[in-house]
């Protein structure tokens, strides 16, 4: 055998092994995409999950406490609240606003329920409830005093916005 030859079965060689070496990270690089897409499907779906859990563990509230009810039935009818009443109605509001922008930020981020329903698309669905909160006297009375300090500027310009718009409607 001649160098020329041995040369050639070694380009051959190499020109075999280039092939194998692409098939084998092409076949991880495939394997890593659907463990990613997977890995993010269960993060999305966890994500839901636990927006779910917040939302049931909010409005269960009202269910398992007559006196909350009965407070929150009032509130909505612009019936007088004492002390007690509005701080516990407030605080109804605050736990549900905080729900809000928990999601808000999910959506904001594209990691909450639909990645083609944005943040603001959220609000404008949630606005006659976030409405009808925030328009009570008590909730009103919290909301322009606290919660700048509770939430973050961006969800406050939100919630703004859509107190805003209700009194332009």
């Keep these: 055998m ?5 040369s050639a079965i070694g380009e051959i ?4 092994a280039v092939v194998a070496t692409l098939v084998y990270l092409s076949r991880q690089i495939r394997q890593n995409s ?37 407070i929150y039935e009032k509130a909505l009818k612009h019936e007088k609240l004492d002390g007690v ?21 999910q959506q904001d981020t594209q990691l909450g329920f639909d990645s083609v329903l944005g943040a603001e698309d ?25 919660a700048r300090f509770l939430y973050s500027p961006d969800f406050v310009i939100a919630i703004n916005n859509v107190i805003e718009s209700s009194e332009s409607s």
Excluded: C
């Excluded at 001649?2 to 041995?6: E, F, G, M, S, V």
């Excluded at 060689?13 to 075999?16: K, N």
């Excluded at 509005?86 to 109804?92: D, G, H, I, N, T």
């Design 85 to 105: 009443e509005s701080v516990r109605f407030s605080q109804f509001v605050n736990t549900y606003l905080a729900w809000l922008e928990d999601l808000y930020n």
């Design 34 to 70: 659907s463990a990613l897409n997977r890995a993010n499907d269960y993060a999305q779906a966890n994500s839901v999950h636990n927006t779910n859990s917040l939302f049931v563990e909010v409005f269960s509230a009202l269910a398992k406490d007559a006196e909350l009810a009965s």
């Design 13 to 16: 060689a190499g020109a075999v």
């Design 2 to 6: 001649n160098w020329d030859a041995i």
């Design 122 to 146: 959220l609000l404008s669905l949630s606005s006659p409830y976030i409405k009808r909160l925030l328009e009570t006297p008590a909730a009103e009375t919290w909301w322009h005093a606290e």
